[in-house]
């Protein structure tokens, strides 16, 4: 296996530990804050999920600067500038930034969970969506409407489910 | 609470403090004076290694006297003493960016 | 390029992505009221010598190849403002980040469990290791860019 490969493997790992991690958390989150307090099983099975969720935010990181590396000692730099590499690398230090954000209680709760879902999925759209259309301006407009759909919709399902926060 | 250690956290956060702004002085200095650029090529074989060296001089020696000299050192002195790390090295990285974004464009 | 030449870029570019997140990690935990201190100190000291190495791997890379090689087509191609502004403030801006992440292993390791957990020092400390974090991401972007206009 070359380089390349084992770059791809862990890049596709990363993606898929972080948002399956992102998806089951917010879930297990859903459920535990039904009845209004998440009690220590509950705790605990959601601190596992973000563990594994943080290992693929660690994997695409460092699998994500394989690919800038590759990319510039083999001379095919042009991707380095655009707008899916750009659009990505804002995601991903959306993602970052948010958790100091909502360690700072600065972010409440459902808009956490909006921008963390969004932030993955796009993510992973943008990844692989290899001749996605558009530049870094207005994929980021898209995004940011996406975080508003998925913010109301998960205010929508919190209501349905009588969440108690 | 004073405790030994206390003298050493509080030298050396003032040290970095004066380091960091250190960088960014002579940083934009060497560059609009040549010879300062000059001199630092000559003494260190490159003027980025003369800045890296000076700059790690600074914060040991400065650090170390810090030390020496301080007494009675409490958790608000360090407090205020990382407070002001923070602060000069968001005022250094302005200068350093807002200095280079003046000469590029 | 040599094969050692380029073997420094690369160390320096992963010396610098695991110190940066390194300090990213001790910037979560400082962020707790009572920070676990054993990994705090594990990060901010692993955090620190991964700069160090990223400081010497990339002081090779710069002073031996970029000037005489990399410079000249970034200069002469679309993007000389890559070299002009991101190259050279990231070059700069880079030297700010050993004495930064030292402060930080000085207190995680030389401060009681009580002193980190005293929100007098957390916080600051926490904001420090926020600054290191920001200026480690702005040198590590940058330094995406500087690659890109070289065409």
Same mark, same amino acid.
């Given at each position: ?165 | ?19 960091v702004l250190f960088i960014a002085i002579i940083t934009i ?62 005022i250094a990285t302005?200068a350093i960016?807002?200095f ?6 | ?14 010396? $610098? ?29 692993? $955090?620190?010598?991964?700069?160090? #190495? ?22 002469? $191609? ?14 700069h801006?880079? #030297?700010l ?13 030389? $401060? ?12 600051? #400390? ?26």
């Amino acid at each position: 296996m070359d380089w390349a490969l084992a770059i791809k493997f862990a890049h596709i790992i990363g993606t898929a530990l972080g948002v399956g991690g992102a998806t089951l958390g917010e879930v297990f989150y859903l459920k535990a804050a039904r009845d209004g307090k998440v009690d220590p099983h509950e705790n605990d099975a959601l601190r596992t999920i973000f563990y594994v969720l943080r290992v693929g935010m660690a994997l695409l990181i460092i699998s994500g600067f394989g690919y800038f590396i590759m990319l510039r000692l083999e001379g095919h730099t042009t991707p380095l500038l655009g707008a899916r590499m750009w659009a990505k690398l804002t995601i991903v230090l959306i993602l970052l930034f948010g958790v100091v954000a909502w360690h700072t209680r600065k972010v409440p709760m459902w808009l956490g969970s909006a921008i963390s879902l969004t932030s993955w999925y796009a993510a992973l759209i943008i990844g692989a969506w290899r001749g996605i259309p558009g530049t870094y301006v207005s994929l980021m407009l898209w995004y940011a409407g996406a975080i508003v759909m998925v913010g109301i919709v998960l205010l929508i399902i919190r209501w349905a489910l009588k969440v108690k926060e | 609470m004073i405790d030994k250690h206390f003298r050493t956290l509080y030298a050396f956060a003032i040290s970095a403090s004066v380091t960091v702004l250190f960088i960014a002085i002579i940083t934009i200095w060497a560059d609009l004076y040549a010879p300062l650029k000059d001199w630092l090529k000559a003494m260190f074989t490159h003027h980025w290694i003369g800045k890296s060296v000076l700059s790690a001089a600074l914060f040991l020696i400065l650090g170390g006297v810090i030390g020496l000299l301080v007494s009675k050192v409490d958790e608000n002195k360090i407090a205020t003493a990382l407070w002001w790390l923070v602060g000069c090295s968001i005022i250094a990285t302005l200068a350093i960016w807002g200095f280079y974004l003046i000469e590029a464009f | 390029m040599s094969t050692f030449t380029e073997l420094t870029l690369v160390l320096h570019i992963v010396f $610098g992505l695991m110190g940066v997140m390194a300090i990213y990690s001790a910037l979560v935990v400082l962020m707790k009221d009572r920070p676990a201190v054993g990994f705090l100190r594990f990060m901010s000291v692993s $955090g620190l010598l991964l700069v160090l #190495l990223s400081w010497i791997t990339g002081a090779y890379y710069y002073t031996t190849y970029y000037g005489s090689a990399v410079k000249p087509i970034i200069n002469a $191609g679309k993007f000389p403002w890559a070299h002009a502004l991101m190259m050279e403030a990231k070059e700069h801006t880079f #030297l700010l980040l050993p004495f930064l992440a030292a402060v930080l292993v000085f207190v995680v390791l030389l $401060g009681s469990t009580s002193l980190l957990s005293d929100p007098r020092v957390r916080r600051p #400390l926490a904001a420090l290791a926020g600054v290191a974090f920001t200026l480690g991401t702005i040198i590590a972007l940058s330094g995406v860019v500087v690659s890109g206009a070289v065409r």
